[in-house]
Protein backbone atom coordinates (compact mmCIF):
# COMPACT_ATOMS: atom_id res chain seq x y z
CA UNK A 1 0.00 0.00 0.00
CA UNK A 2 1.57 3.41 -0.69
CA UNK A 3 1.14 6.44 1.76
CA UNK A 4 1.51 9.44 0.50
CA UNK A 5 1.28 12.70 3.20
CA UNK A 6 2.05 16.43 2.17
CA UNK A 7 3.65 19.46 4.10
CA UNK A 8 4.60 22.53 3.70
CA UNK A 9 1.43 24.82 2.56
CA UNK A 10 0.66 27.81 4.27
CA UNK A 11 -0.42 31.79 4.58
CA UNK A 12 1.82 33.50 1.93
CA UNK A 13 1.67 36.95 -0.09
CA UNK A 14 2.38 37.25 -3.65
CA UNK A 15 5.80 36.69 -4.52
CA UNK A 16 6.93 34.82 -1.93
CA UNK A 17 7.88 31.38 -2.44
CA UNK A 18 6.71 28.12 -0.88
CA UNK A 19 7.83 24.34 -1.00
CA UNK A 20 5.90 21.47 -0.68
CA UNK A 21 6.86 18.25 0.25
CA UNK A 22 5.42 14.76 -0.16
CA UNK A 23 6.66 11.78 1.96
CA UNK A 24 5.89 8.62 0.14
CA UNK A 25 6.69 4.85 1.63
CA UNK A 26 9.39 3.09 0.83
CA UNK A 27 10.66 2.75 -2.94
CA UNK A 28 7.46 4.59 -4.36
CA UNK A 29 9.51 7.94 -5.20
CA UNK A 30 11.76 5.98 -7.68
CA UNK A 31 9.59 3.35 -9.05
CA UNK A 32 6.22 5.60 -9.23
CA UNK A 33 4.99 8.19 -11.45
CA UNK A 34 4.82 11.54 -9.15
CA UNK A 35 2.62 14.11 -9.50
CA UNK A 36 1.10 17.56 -7.85
CA UNK A 37 -2.70 18.66 -8.44
CA UNK A 38 -4.37 21.05 -7.18
CA UNK A 39 -8.48 21.93 -6.27
CA UNK A 40 -9.51 25.75 -5.34
CA UNK A 41 -12.79 25.90 -4.37
CA UNK A 42 -15.60 25.18 -6.29
CA UNK A 43 -13.17 23.77 -9.11
CA UNK A 44 -11.75 20.55 -10.69
CA UNK A 45 -8.54 18.69 -9.86
CA UNK A 46 -6.12 20.65 -11.68
CA UNK A 47 -2.80 18.84 -13.01
CA UNK A 48 0.17 21.14 -12.16
CA UNK A 49 3.48 19.64 -12.56
CA UNK A 50 5.06 15.33 -13.13
CA UNK A 51 7.37 12.93 -13.28
CA UNK A 52 7.25 10.05 -15.27
CA UNK A 53 8.24 6.27 -13.82
CA UNK A 54 11.60 5.56 -15.07
CA UNK A 55 12.56 8.65 -16.44
CA UNK A 56 14.21 12.22 -15.71
CA UNK A 57 11.61 14.00 -17.49
CA UNK A 58 9.06 16.63 -16.16
CA UNK A 59 5.91 18.32 -17.29
CA UNK A 60 4.35 21.21 -16.09
CA UNK A 61 1.15 23.53 -16.97
CA UNK A 62 1.83 26.25 -18.55
CA UNK A 63 0.41 28.53 -15.70
CA UNK A 64 3.41 27.16 -13.54
CA UNK A 65 6.31 26.62 -16.10
CA UNK A 66 9.35 29.15 -14.78
CA UNK A 67 7.53 29.49 -11.44
CA UNK A 68 7.10 26.05 -9.80
CA UNK A 69 10.36 23.17 -10.29
CA UNK A 70 9.28 19.69 -9.48
CA UNK A 71 12.14 17.10 -7.52
CA UNK A 72 12.83 14.35 -6.23
CA UNK A 73 15.32 12.87 -3.43
CA UNK A 74 14.82 9.01 -4.06
CA UNK A 75 17.29 8.58 -0.81
CA UNK A 76 14.25 10.68 1.81
CA UNK A 77 11.24 8.99 -0.78
CA UNK A 78 10.33 12.89 -0.96
CA UNK A 79 9.23 14.76 -3.98
CA UNK A 80 8.93 18.46 -3.68
CA UNK A 81 7.28 21.17 -5.48
CA UNK A 82 9.53 24.73 -5.21
CA UNK A 83 6.81 27.31 -5.62
CA UNK A 84 8.40 30.65 -6.47
CA UNK A 85 6.04 34.47 -7.54
CA UNK A 86 3.45 32.96 -5.95
CA UNK A 87 -0.16 34.49 -7.35
CA UNK A 88 -3.07 34.52 -5.70
CA UNK A 89 -4.24 32.30 -8.83
CA UNK A 90 -2.17 29.70 -6.90
CA UNK A 91 -4.57 29.64 -3.97
CA UNK A 92 -5.70 25.52 -3.80
CA UNK A 93 -5.32 22.72 -1.34
CA UNK A 94 -2.39 20.67 -3.39
CA UNK A 95 -1.67 17.09 -2.92
CA UNK A 96 0.62 15.00 -4.33
CA UNK A 97 -0.31 11.63 -6.60
CA UNK A 98 1.23 8.59 -7.09
CA UNK A 99 0.49 5.94 -9.89
CA UNK A 100 2.30 3.31 -12.72
CA UNK A 101 1.87 5.92 -15.59
CA UNK A 102 2.86 6.83 -18.46
CA UNK A 103 2.85 9.04 -21.86
CA UNK A 104 -0.20 12.00 -21.15
CA UNK A 105 -1.82 10.03 -18.51
CA UNK A 106 0.48 11.63 -16.13
CA UNK A 107 -1.98 14.43 -16.61
CA UNK A 108 -4.64 12.54 -15.73
CA UNK A 109 -5.89 12.75 -12.47
CA UNK A 110 -8.50 9.33 -12.96
CA UNK A 111 -5.03 7.39 -13.24
CA UNK A 112 -3.46 7.69 -10.34
CA UNK A 113 -4.43 5.48 -7.74
CA UNK A 114 -2.80 7.03 -4.55
CA UNK A 115 -3.17 10.19 -2.84
CA UNK A 116 -2.01 12.18 -0.14
CA UNK A 117 -4.35 14.40 2.44
CA UNK A 118 -3.19 17.43 0.85
CA UNK A 119 -2.03 20.65 1.98
CA UNK A 120 -3.61 24.30 1.69
CA UNK A 121 -1.83 26.86 0.05
CA UNK A 122 -3.02 30.38 0.16
CA UNK A 123 -1.49 34.25 -1.71
CA UNK A 124 -2.82 37.12 -0.57
CA UNK A 125 -2.22 40.22 -3.17
Known amino acids: QVQLVESGGGLVQAGDSLRLSCAAS????????MGWFRQAPGKEREFVAAFLWGSSSTDYIDSVKGRFTISRDNAKNTVYLQMNNLKPEDTAVYYC??????????????????WGQGTQVTVSS
Open 97 to 114: AAGRLVGSSRRDASKYPY
Open 26 to 33: VRTVSTYS
